[in-house]
DNA sequence: CCTTGAACCTGGGCGC
DNA sequence: TGCGCCCAGGTTCAAG
């Protein structure tokens, strides 16, 4: 499910309920998602306030007051919801019921503000999300962060910087874009979306794009642009919602309707003047779509 | 080092 | 209505 702009679409969506409340208690209602939970998972969340709610590639970040921060990872199908008012007198006794869906409700974040009591909780039918604990000032050397490329937004990622990544790489621009170590936060959807908007096929050789002094081409420099535009447009649109990713607040992002490839093989491309047919194709085992036509 | 494929898990959609 | 197959936003590991 969800990609940089997705999770920045939740983050976004948690923090009126999230920031500056008391986290009274964590409840996991198993004992691992994709990953176990750490044994003392709830006992160091539990009784702590929430200082921020932050992000880092597909990473949403929970800053308690004692230093330690909740990392959660949404895999393909997690998502958060909130619910106002008071809780449940026993687990699962929630005032809307949420039928088969219930049941992939798998932890439930207590909270108390001074908007009153809430629950902030985590559902996901496939499990691939995780969660773990760590400390703020080893943050960047836990294992989940300590390679990760640059963010795509903001003005940090540059076309040198691509450069020096991709310098001498055959491996195909669409796993190029996907690995997190390169860019953090793209996923299948954005990467194909940004290579359409480049004019690049994704089945070209990242390598190809830097030149024999080791500096971007022009097309880099395209692509550059075209993933952060992407990034951005995506978020100001408050995400995609496909399938079962849904907001906090239940309603849905929209970017979905301003796919140019993504899911829309056989349909026209959507260059002016192009004419072209967008093609799916697998790569590494994802699907790759994109105009063969104008994407070279 | 490279790349591909399978694995993790559930559910939705489609063809028959 | 049901069965079987394929597909899905991610990441990791094994194998060639």
Not at 94 to 117: I, M, Q, T
Not at 128 to 133: H, L
Not at 202 to 226: I, N, S
Not at 233 to 249: K, M, N, P
Request: proline share 6%.
């Amino acid at each position: 499910m969800p990609e940089l702009p997705e999770v920045e679409t939740v983050r976004r969506g948690l923090t009126p309920a999230m920031e500056g409340a008391l986290l009274v208690r964590a409840e996991l209602r198993r004992a691992d998602l994709r990953f176990p939970f750490p044994a003392d998972f709830s006992a160091l969340v539990s009784g702590r306030r929430i200082l921020s709610l932050g992000r880092r590639a597909k990473y949403l970040l929970i800053d308690l007051e004692d230093g330690n921060v909740i990392i959660a990872h949404l895999g393909m199908s997690g998502s958060f919801r909130v619910e106002e008012g008071a809780g449940p007198e026993t687990p699962g006794d929630f005032h809307h019921p949420r039928g088969k869906d219930e049941k992939h409700d798998h932890v439930v974040f207590h909270l108390l503000s001074a908007k009153g009591p809430a629950r902030v909780i985590y559902n996901d039918p496939r499990r691939f999300g995780f969660m773990d604990i760590t400390n703020r000032d080893t943050l960047a050397s836990h294992v989940f962060f300590r390679d990760l490329g640059e963010e795509p937004t903001g003005n940090v990622l540059d076309a040198s910087y691509l450069a020096q990544r991709f310098a001498g790489k055959a491996q195909p621009l669409k796993s190029a874009l996907l690995d997190q170590k390169n860019i953090a936060g793209l996923g299948n959807i954005y990467v194909c979306e940004a290579l359409w908007r480049a004019g690049l096929s994704p089945m070209r050789a990242a390598g190809t794009l830097v030149d024999a002094k080791g500096k971007p081409k022009k097309a880099l420099v395209l692509l550059t642009e075209a993933i952060r535009s992407v990034i951005a447009d995506a978020i100001a649109a408050g995400g995609s919602s496909l399938r079962d990713h849904i907001q906090t607040d239940g309603t849905l992002g929209y970017f979905q309707h301003s796919f140019s490839v993504y899911d829309r093989a056989g349909e026209p491309c959507r260059t002016p003047g192009c004419g072209g047919t967008v093609s799916r194709a697998v790569q590494a085992g994802r699907s790759t779509f994109h105009c063969p036509k104008c994407q070279k």
